[in-house]
């Protein structure tokens, strides 16, 4: 492993002697050849397991394979060491958790699963008198092994998430406690109690917070978040309802990203080139279930690519028959515009022809000093009917078509 010969040579310098050994834990004859060189002279006397392997990934694109590739670096390796090593006298038998089997980290439900298993079989020791000891880490700060692939954006969600990462020195500093510890299961992690979130906070911190009571009268008269938010939408007109549920897409999302400020998630660009994946998909549609109430599919954000036409969609769950349902916004209307432009192809004087009418049209907004988003545009425009739009549009194509 990359720093192997190093630490070797750093423990050799303390007085240590070190033996540096390939083997697949996971594979039992392996383990058994392995623990057969143990010099008699020097028994083993303790085992301490750091394996891990990540294949993060959506519950439904779970494999086999992909489930068996986490699992067999925690559950078979551990499983060995424990059956082989259960007639020695050991001192200790440490097993590296996670965090994510208690908190379930979107998109790790197999690499969750190992852990709680590793979880468990240290308990399963401890009933039967040997020693066991789980620990259940948070995010390390050292960008190695499995951390290596963590973006920048990663650790600020999780440091936003009030899970700021463990350095080094904390980090040998909460294994030398834990190891004194007369429970099979500790969780070494750094938690910081006046960041967690007010109403999404994960049951296992919920006594960290202090939070005001609510009463059967209070609740009732407070509502869900979903009722909130249909009374915030109540008497406004259909563009600035989505731009009012816009805002809150792009507000979650920037949460998700770990962006401070919202107008960075551009409200027509694509979710995917914000920088979301399945996973970060997860995180953002579970934020949107909580501040609306609806119950939204994990493809949300591929069904409805950006925050403009995903605000669209969210308006039809919420307030399904409104007017806003029956008269298409001015955004979806230049969405098939778009359309249109790129599905046929248009000779040269009808492309100048539609380029100068959008120009003007272009001036006649900008004339107006108000805001120039897409979405701001809408509410400026929303006296124009969609016939008006398409009317217009149609009525210059085939002015220029009669040239």
């Known amino acids: 492993a990359a720093g192997a010969r190093e630490l ?4 050799a310098a303390q007085g240590a002697h070190v033996t540096i050994a390939a083997c697949d834990v996971a594979d039992r004859d392996q383990v058994a050849a392995l623990l057969a060189q143990v010099d008699a002279g020097h028994p083993l006397t303790a085992v301490i397991h750091t394996a891990g392997v990540l294949d993060d990934g959506i519950i439904t694109s779970l494999t086999p394979e992909r489930l068996d590739v986490v699992l067999r670096p925690k559950v078979d390796a551990a499983w060995h060491l424990h059956e082989l090593t259960a007639d020695l006298d050991l001192a200790g038998f440490v097993v590296f958790s996670s965090l994510s089997g208690l908190t379930g980290n979107a ?34 700060a050292q960008s ?6 963590l973006s920048q954006a990663d650790v600020q969600r999780m440091t936003a998430a009030a899970l700021p990462p463990i350095t080094t020195e904390q980090g040998l500093a909460l294994f030398d406690t834990a190891i004194g510890s007369d429970s099979p299961f500790v969780v070494p992690v750094r938690v910081n109690p006046s960041a967690l979130p007010q109403g999404q906070v994960p049951p296992l911190f919920r006594g960290l917070v202090r939070g005001t009571r609510r009463t ?14 249909s009374r915030q939408l109540t008497g406004l007109s259909n563009p600035k309802q989505v731009r009012l549920l816009a805002d809150l897409v792009r507000a979650q999302a920037a949460a998700v990203l ?38 939204l599919p994990a493809t949300l954000i591929f069904d409805y690519p950006t925050p403009a036409v995903l605000a669209e969609h969210l308006l039809a769950e919420i307030a399904p028959g409104e007017t806003a349902a029956e008269k298409p916004s001015l955004l979806a209307d230049l969405d ?16 100048n022809g539609i380029e100068t009418r959008l120009r003007q049209l272009l001036a006649k907004v900008t004339a107006s000093g108000s805001e120039t988003s897409e ?11 969609t016939e008006d739009i398409l009317g217009i549009i149609e009525s210059e194509l085939g002015q220029l078509r009669d040239l």
């Not at 070797?8 to 423990?11: A, G, K, R, S």
């Not at 190992?114 to 789980?134: E, I, K, T």
């Not at 059967?216 to 938010?229: H, I, K, R």
């Not at 098939?336 to 492309?351: A, P, Q």
């Open 144 to 149: 190695t092994g499995m951390t290596g692939s």
């Open 336 to 351: 098939r515009f778009e359309d249109m432009l790129s599905e046929d192809g248009l000779d040269e004087i009808t492309r």
């Open 258 to 295: 770990g962006h401070s400020d919202p107008a960075a998630v551009e409200v027509r660009r694509e979710f995917r080139e914000l920088g979301f994946d399945s996973l970060t998909a997860i995180e953002l549609r579970n934020r949107l279930n909580a501040a609306t109430g609806l119950r």
């Open 375 to 385: 979405i701001a545009v809408a509410d400026m425009l929303e006296s124009a009917s």
């Open 216 to 229: 059967a009268a209070s609740a009732a008269a407070g509502g869900g978040a979903g009722e909130a938010l």
């Open 107 to 140: 998109g790790q439900g197999n690499y969750a699963a190992a852990n709680v298993w590793l979880d468990a079989l240290m308990a399963h020791r401890r009933a039967q008198g040997l020693p066991g000891l789980s620990l259940a880490w948070g995010m390390w």
């Open 8 to 11: 070797e040579q750093d423990l």
